[in-house]
């Protein structure tokens, strides 16, 4: 886990009670410690996704060993879970703004959001109408130079409103300040990233989205 999660289960424990006796979802669970956490807030139902079969395996395996009913499933998103609708969605979805290339000991799907980093992000919010609950919300990670405004709209165009519930300062590693596009980096230097040398750092937003009206 890094920073994102923290900051993202930092953000769920302000609220607790949005987690308790809910049913939750987590799109991209990777190790399952925020499913983990969740549970330890007292959700109904643990339910994770991941592209990645050793981290549906990883996830599976942490829930069971803390004695936590859960399910897990390997697949595309929204396709291993059609049909059904949770009372929160968590996310720290790869939505880092650079092409897709491997870097040495991480997972193939591991941060990359395609050039815009918008790859994944908006099919998350675009399919979030079809699977909240009525009264429920999604809080996830989202980078500040990943145009916020631009969520907003996708957002706003499927009867969804997001707000800012939590900013914090994140380091870019290097193998990552490397890849990033670079008329993002141009675009978003001394505004959302700050570079000092070598080391990069950028704005992380927690967000959380529901229907319009229902937000906060």
Not at 46 to 55: K, M, P, S, W, Y
Not at 126 to 148: C, K, M, Q
Not at 180 to 208: C, K, N, Q, W
């Amino acid at each position: 886990p890094s920073e994102y999660p923290g900051a993202l289960l930092h953000a769920l424990r302000m609220e607790p009670r949005r987690a308790r006796g809910a049913s939750v979802l987590e799109i991209g669970c990777g190790s399952g410690v925020l499913l983990a956490a969740l549970g330890t807030m007292g959700a109904s139902s643990l339910c994770g996704v991941d592209i990645e079969q050793d981290a549906v395996e990883t996830g599976a395996s942490l829930l069971e060993g803390l004695g936590y009913r859960s399910e897990f499933f390997r697949g595309d998103m929204w396709q291993p879970v059609s049909g059904r609708r949770f009372d929160l969605i968590v996310a720290n979805l790869p939505h880092f703004p650079m092409e897709h290339c491997p870097v040495s000991g991480r997972r193939a799907s591991w941060s990359s959001g395609g050039p815009d980093g918008r790859e994944l992000l908006d099919p998350f919010i675009e399919g979030l109408p079809d699977h909240l609950s009525p009264g429920g919300r999604a809080v996830i990670t989202h980078n500040a130079f990943v145009d916020l405004d631009r969520s907003r709209e996708v957002a706003a165009g499927h009867g969804l409103e997001l707000r800012v519930v939590l900013t914090v300062l994140v380091y870019i590693a290097v193998e990552k300040a490397a890849l990033m596009t670079p008329t993002v980096l141009l675009a978003e230097e001394g505004r959302s990233i700050r570079t000092y040398g070598p080391h990069v750092f950028g704005d992380m937003h927690i967000v959380e989205i529901a229907v319009s009206g229902a937000a906060g």
